[in-house]
């Protein structure tokens, strides 16, 4: 007795054809990632990260007082709201009459 009139070894062979194929084009596709990766590799970062490391400039320690941190997060804040812009939500449509409009000519032919 067949179950539903299916050739399981030509199936079976046609699942394993197709999973072999998707698993090839994936390994090609990282292949190729990877050789773009190494040619267009930037090669002067590290005399950036050398200097950026070695400080030559010394910051003095202070202390911030609560106050004056209030006031930064005072003028911050305010400074950052008034950027925004304040939309009064309201939508008005103006409808236009013609007597003719193309696009819903039906008088062509």
Known sequence: ??????????TLTLVAIC????LVIMFL?????????????????????????????????FEITEMESAAIATALYLYL????????CIL????IHQDYIPWNNNNIF
């Open 29 to 61: 596709f990282v292949v190729i990632l990877k050789i773009f990766n190494v040619l267009l590799k930037v090669k002067h970062i590290e005399p950036i990260i050398s200097a950026v490391s070695q400080p030559s400039i010394t910051i003095p320690d």
């Open 81 to 88: 709201d008034v950027e925004h812009d304040d939309d009064s």
């Open 92 to 95: 008005t449509i103006k409808s």
């Open 1 to 10: 007795m067949t179950i539903l009139a299916i050739v399981w070894s030509d």
């Open 19 to 22: 999973f072999t194929m998707v």
